[in-house]
């Protein structure tokens, strides 16, 4: 049996990851944190300031943190002086953030880390990957719309799609939106953030080349496949040696 605990358990995919482990006969749900203290599925919610006596006590083999930024590099932290492993879904880390996880992981404590643990968004990416390295010379533009909660722009998932195209189509500037005499388009990568009402999560990459528009569009319904990937992770991650994985890794597509 794997225990697990929530850092953001009752946020919106704190609360959908544990609902999955609740109903999986493999997994125990031994208690959250969050800001503020609470109870789901009968197990105590802990105050942000007491992760470290949380960790002591409830003695978790995995930690998921769906939280933000700031707050999730605390969290892995004080996981990391544990010495339990982390599943991390949080997005919007600054490069100096990115940092310390990497500095408070490699060598002390296994780790997945993905901007999105949807098994199609993964899929989607090594798709993206292929058109950006056959259509490297095509006007590419990213769109992404998220529910009017969402905090971080571009998202993670958004940022990691940049990433792959300048991998393959050779580094292009970002372009945020665009408004009023813009001028002959460049060697640009176009970015457009969508904010509104309760979508789950929508990411579309645009190849544009002449007479012809290639667009690969992956559409999240139910947060529910995120959690899936993240219940997966969970369980592959117990037990590995210290460093930072990725889903490539949880579904035996690395190489
Ligand atoms: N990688 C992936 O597949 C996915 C990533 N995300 C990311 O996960 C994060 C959370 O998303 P949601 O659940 O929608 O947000 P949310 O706002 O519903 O939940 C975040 C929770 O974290 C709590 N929190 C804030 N500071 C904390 C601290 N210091 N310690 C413990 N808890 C703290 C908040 O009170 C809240 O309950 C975001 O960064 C989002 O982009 C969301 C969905 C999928
Ligand atoms: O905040 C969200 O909701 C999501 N965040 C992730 C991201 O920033 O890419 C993944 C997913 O799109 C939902």
Redesign the pocket.
Known sequence: MTKIAI????????K?IATLIDEDPALEFVG?????EGTLFGKRVVS?DD?DIFLAEDKPDVLI????????V??IQAASKAGIAVV?????FSEEQKEENRNNIEGTIPAVI?????VG?NIFWKLVREAAKQLSDYDIEVTEAH?H????AP???AKTILEIIKEEAGDREEMYGREGMVGERGKEIGVHVIRGGDIV?DHSVMFAGNNEVIELSHRAYD?AV?AH??IRSAKWIAGKKPGIYTMDDVLGLSG
């Open positions: 850092c953001g358990a009752l946020g919106r995919m704190g959908t959250g944190v969050d800001v503020g942000s992760i943190d769906f939280t933000i930024a700031g707050a999730a605390k969290n991390v879904g949080t997005t919007g993905s901007t999105n643990f949807s968004v529910h909660f969402k905090k971080d998202s993670g998932t999560g947060r995120f990937g993240v």
